[in-house]
């Protein structure tokens, strides 16, 4: 009685503020939002599809607040790790939640971030009946989806050279497809394939049609086996510090979300020709301890060298994936990269320890070129990085960390705390420290540089609640360099400092304002050698997004870039988007304006920007001119819907766009895209 007299009470108490909860939100304008404050701060290419599988899925197959866990949670990139930890200990302390009102009773919680997780859950019981799997099956999800885009002007790289050859082997559009087959939490099954403009189609060295193709099938045979992946795969686990392959975190407006919850193992449906495995894995679940181990043996893109003192040897390993032109398809798959290891994970009531471990080994050396910061990475033709991690929650706090060591003796260390003293302020602190000849070849954590190694620093980050509806955020971030990078003559210091203020003026209209400015030590040349100088870039946006009823949303943005290094430059940004997307037709529409003045790449200014399902796109505005885009859903049927997007860039500075296969005779650069995807 006393439990159903507290929740009478307490909603009454949070009925008001929540009445924005009742109106009809589409998930596809939240997905936006979280892709967005996610990745605008990425450059185009980053591999990002799995974040939007994650909600598009959970879109459909909402999360059961009543039974979940924390990885499941992570996975809607919407609540931070600490108020994960609140919701699952208010379950476990009062039993299951009834609705989305009471959720707003727990500590770190409020109407904003409900209204966003609201369309990706749903209250069940705490536990639900078991079916067969044949039962199962007769519930299955089955997906196609097809995709053509490719730019209208011929690029030099499609054109007859004077001898009659053409550079590229292939036309200049991309063709992508995929079939997926799903089972709630038992089964997926997936194809996918694709040709990258400029690649042969069904002839030359793509005889067999697709240039990539990639599959999997992962099914959870028992309790104790939970889960088996056979094909291609990723894995992420602990702080990243050993393994993690795909989209990390990195420093954002969400300065909370410096830390990650290992998502195991999991299918690989993403075009990024590199950033997997292909072979084996599985899960095994022994309750409070679980063990994924794995085995893959794939070939790689890779330089491959011939000479008389070294033998056959390679120099780099390519990551762009493409195979258009004699050189790049002689680097196709030139490279056996057999990869095996494991990691275990132990819970305990507040702390989570693990421990990872991969084995590398190539079937031909690589040896880099020879410059000085190559010096201290990693040759030979095998390598192995261990390391170990915890994450301890308790109250308001969270620590997490991870520290591991390369075969080379390199060491590398993460250390990270976030707090939130109350709900109206909070903090993130993160140090990290990798040695120079630190060798962990699928790291990817929370760092400045995407190699990690050879760098030290100290992150700091704070929000604060002074006011409803105000929110202010802020980090700094100080590292270094102990030896030369790419982009320095030695070693070097850098500093990051950002500041937002965010102001919901109405449910109509908000704001924010943003500052940010990056000072680096960088390799300039000065009389005649090169030698570190300072470079300065500072950037201060304005936002306006004004929503006059539930149809139209209107965006604006005025951007200034002030960069200074042996030059001073300026660049300025405004545009204006508009989305329409009525309630009662199955349409959505979005377009953007955009006027741009830069005096150079190096004042460059990055812009989200809306696109068909399961892509994205973060294009950098440089030179003078106007970019335009049209962006449009349409719901066919329930199970059909198609995408088409067609954009413009169009400049006044200039009468050629690129240079050598992408060089463009003309000012305008017009993009064409459409999609097709059949549910049943």
Not at 440 to 450: H, P, R
Not at 526 to 553: A, G, S
């Amino acid at each position: 009685m006393r439990r159903l007299e507290r929740h009478i009470a307490l909603f009454i108490l949070w009925s008001f503020p929540l009445t924005v909860l009742a109106q009809e939100t589409k998930p596809d304008a939240i997905i936006e939002s979280i892709i967005e404050s996610h990745l605008e701060n990425l450059e185009e290419g980053t591999d990002v599809a799995l974040i939007i599988e994650d909600l598009e899925n959970l879109a459909e197959n909402p999360i059961n607040i009543n039974a979940t866990s924390a990885d499941e949670l992570a996975r809607l990139y919407i609540p931070d790790n600490i108020q994960i930890n609140k919701l699952l200990d208010y379950i476990k302390t009062y039993g299951p939640a009834y609705s989305i009102y009471e959720l707003n009773t727990i500590d770190g919680f409020n109407p904003e971030i409900l209204k966003k997780m609201e369309p990706f859950i749903w209250f069940g019981p705490k536990s639900e009946a078991n079916r067969s799997f044949r039962d199962e099956l007769k519930y299955g999800k089955h997906q196609i989806l097809s995709r053509a885009l490719g730019t209208m002007q011929k690029a030099r790289g499609y054109l007859a050279r004077e001898d009659g050859s053409v550079p590229y082997e292939g036309n200049r559009f991309r063709y992508y497809s995929r079939y997926s087959f799903e089972v709630r939490n038992k089964l997926s099954v997936g194809i996918t394939a694709e040709k990258d403009p400029g690649e042969a189609f069904f002839k030359g060295s793509n005889k067999h049609g697709f240039d990539y193709y990639s599959g999997h099938v992962s099914f959870k045979l028992n309790n104790t086996v939970e889960n088996i992946s056979v094909g291609d795969f990723v894995v992420r686990s602990g702080q990243g510090l050993v393994l993690w392959q795909g989209y990390t975190n990195g420093k954002s407006e969400d300065i909370m979300a410096i830390t990650k919850n290992g998502q195991g193992t999991r299918g690989y449906t993403s075009v990024d020709e590199n950033l997997f495995f292909r072979g084996i894995s599985t899960l095994l679940n022994f309750g409070d301890a679980k063990l994924n181990l794995f085995y893959s043996n794939k070939k790689s893109d890779a330089n491959l060298v011939t000479s008389e003192s070294k033998g056959e040897y390679f120099t780099s390993l390519q990551t762009s994936g493409y195979h258009r032109t004699t050189g790049e398809i002689e680097d196709e798959k030139s490279v056996i990269n057999k990869n095996w290891g494991g990691f275990l994970t132990w819970n305990f009531q507040n702390l989570k320890v693990g421990g990872t471990f991969v084995y590398q080994k190539f079937n031909v050396p690589f040896y880099r070129t020879d410059q000085l910061y190559n010096l201290f990475r990693f040759e030979g033709t095998e390598n192995y990085t261990t390391g170990i991690d915890y994450l301890w929650n308790k109250g308001r706090l969270r620590l997490f960390g991870e520290a591991a060591m390369s075969k080379s003796k390199g060491k590398a260390i993460t250390q990270g705390m976030i707090t939130r003293l109350n709900d109206q302020l909070s903090f993130s602190a993160l140090f990290r420290h990798f040695d120079k000849n630190y060798h962990a070849l699928w790291a990817n954590t929370f760092a400045e540089a995407g190699n990690i190694s050879n760098e030290s620093g100290l992150y700091l980050g704070t929000r604060f609640l002074p006011a409803k509806h105000v929110t202010l955020s802020a980090y700094s971030d100080i590292y270094q360099s102990s030896w030369v990078n790419y982009s320095t003559a030695g070693p070097a210091r850098s500093w990051d400092i950002f500041a937002q203020a965010s102001f919901q003026v109405s449910e109509k209209f908000s704001f924010y304002t943003r500052f940010k400015n990056e000072e680096k030590e960088q390799k300039f040349k000065k009389d005649r050698r090169y030698v570190n100088l300072p470079e300065r870039i500072q950037k201060l946006r304005l936002h306006f997004q004004y929503k006059p009823n539930e149809i139209i949303t209107l965006k604006s943005r005025i951007e200034h870039v002030y960069y200074k290094g042996q030059e001073t430059e300026n660049g300025f940004l405004i545009f204006q988007d508009i989305q329409f997307s009525p309630l009662k037709f199955p349409v959505d529409l979005s377009a953007r304006l955009a006027w741009f003045d830069t005096e150079s790449y190096n004042s460059r200014i990055y812009a989200y920007e809306n696109d068909i399902l399961y892509t994205f796109s973060i294009p950098a505005y440089y030179g003078r001119g106007f970019r335009t885009y049209l962006n449009l859903k349409y719901e066919i049927t329930d199970k059909l819907d198609c995408w088409a997007k067609i954009s413009n860039t169009h400049y006044t500075d200039r009468e050629i766009i690129s240079s050598g296969h992408n060089e463009i005779q003309g000012n305008n650069k017009t993009e064409l895209k459409f999609q097709l995807r059949l549910k049943f």
